[in-house]
């Protein structure tokens, strides 16, 4: 086998970038199982309630793609690569039982058939492998879709919550501002000057 087949058959379907995922996710769930704590200690508190759900749907997001990459990578890159080695194998194999037909270096081209024919197996097997694990992984994001969607509702309900719970507040605080604001009572207008005038105009009639 060339060495790139090796290292396709060796190499694990992760990958780095899943690698890397994994590292921000495991970070992630450290984050949100303190905020669950946080969260569970103030009796449900919506400030913390409301992180706690939004980091819970950051989890889901990230567990969703790094499984749906897990299953684009064998759908586009590792099947396909298999296929090719399972067909330069095949190819290899009628290529050395046509020169053993010309009775040179036969023992040498029967190793060659029985190497190739174990590197079919090989890929035969590995082939089985792949399409377990990605057979799991599917049935795993439809799962993690589902409950993303859950995790997703959830937030939105707290976040809603949260948003209700703040304008009954503030709106409470504004009517506690407003009451608080005491107008003086209005002065009894007397009419003073104009009945000042009219005792003097009566004074003025009678003299």
């Known amino acids: 086998m060339s060495t790139e087949q090796i290292d396709v058959l060796m190499s694990s379907v992760v990958g780095d970038d899943i690698l890397k995922m994994s590292v921000v996710f495991n970070a992630i769930k450290d984050v949100t199982l303190k905020l669950e704590e946080l969260t569970n200690q103030s009796g449900e508190s919506l400030e913390h309630a409301k992180k ?10 990230l567990m969703d793609r790094m499984q749906t990459h897990f299953i684009a990578e064998i759908d ?19 290529e050395s039982k046509k020169l ?29 492998v792949l399409m377990s694990q990605r057979d799991k992984v599917f049935k795993a994001n439809d799962m993690t879709k589902k409950e993303m ?27 506690g501002k407003l009451i608080s604001l005491q107008i003086p009572d209005v002065r009894e207008f007397q009419n003073q000057k104009i009945k000042e005038e009219f005792k003097l105009l009566s004074q003025k009639l009678e003299g």
């Open 149 to 175: 969607a859950v995790a997703d509702n959830t937030y939105k309900t707290v976040s809603l919550s949260s948003a209700v719970s703040g304008l009954i507040s503030d709106g409470a605080n504004n009517f």
């Open 100 to 128: 053993m037909s010309k009775r040179v270096n036969v023992k040498t081209l029967k190793s060659n058939v029985e190497s190739n024919e174990l590197t079919l197996k090989v890929i035969a097997l590995y082939k089985r």
């Open 76 to 94: 586009n890159n590792y099947l396909p690569k298999l296929q090719g080695f399972k067909e330069t194998a095949q190819s290899n194999i009628k």
């Open 52 to 61: 706690y759900y939004g980091m819970v749907v950051v989890l889901y997001k």
